[in-house]
């Protein structure tokens, strides 16, 4: 069976500043993966996806993620934050071809941005 | 818009009343999906349906019952509701997500019971 373990619950920084957030799973086999936005009072949308092919994917919004095969992470990463960046942001994990198994989500982490 | 519709957006219930929460997708999904969302928990599954005329327990079933009405609508009933019910509920839908197309979440349901 397949886990995410988010590793930081909360993460406040300072606007225009780098974060990085966090996401390790476990799994024997090959794997999709997925980061979750949810903006305050929202629902979840999917901010960005890897499925094979380059290991770093990007957002529009400037977020960028990296598939590590050998650390099993990938980790979430934008280089300057904004005020509008606060949310909560969920990794989640997919195997291919395990037809409508569902997705497994990690419990999240607040990102937090202060002006 | 094409998406995932939930209502009611707001609910108070007394201890022991009973509701069903609504969902519909017009994106042709085969599959949908309903999660609760607490504090310091993330999301936890609490029934799916894989396909049409199929339904599954998730990882927290317990006091609640789901029906797959037809391909669009996909509803969750609360029997007799409890205080340890209070959440928000989201409803979500995919084509299929081992194809790496993700879900498609609706906005949720605050559910607040006394």
Not at chain 2, 90 to 103: H, I, K, L, V, W
């Amino acid at each position: 069976a397949q886990s995410v373990t988010q590793l930081d619950s909360q993460v406040p920084v300072f606007e225009e500043a780098p974060v990085e957030l966090r996401c390790n799973y476990s799994s024997s086999v090959s794997v999709y993966l997925f980061w979750y936005v949810q903006y305050p009072n929202q629902g979840l949308q999917l901010l960005l996806k890897y499925l094979s092919g380059s290991t770093l994917v990007e957002s529009i919004n400037g977020f960028e993620a990296e598939f590590n095969k050998s650390q099993t992470s990938f980790h979430l990463r934008k280089p300057s934050v904004h005020i509008s960046d606060t949310a909560e942001y969920f990794c989640a994990v997919s195997v291919p071809g395990s037809g409508n198994t569902p997705l497994v989500f990690g419990k999240g982490t607040r990102l937090s941005v202060i002006a | 818009n094409a998406g995932v519709t939930q209502t009611p957006k707001f609910q108070v219930l007394k201890t022991g009343q009973s509701m069903t929460l609504q969902c519909a997708q017009d994106m042709n999904h085969n599959s949908m999906y309903w999660y609760r969302q607490d504090p310091g928990m993330g999301l936890r599954l609490i029934y799916y349906s894989a396909s049409e005329g199929t339904t599954d327990k998730g990882e927290v079933p317990n006091g609640y019952n789901v029906s797959r009405l037809n391909k669009r609508e996909f509803s969750l009933r609360l029997e007799s509701a409890a205080p340890s019910q209070t959440s928000v509920y989201f409803c979500a839908s995919s084509e299929r997500q081992d194809r790496g197309y993700g879900y498609t979440f609706g906005s949720g349901t605050r559910l607040t019971v006394v």
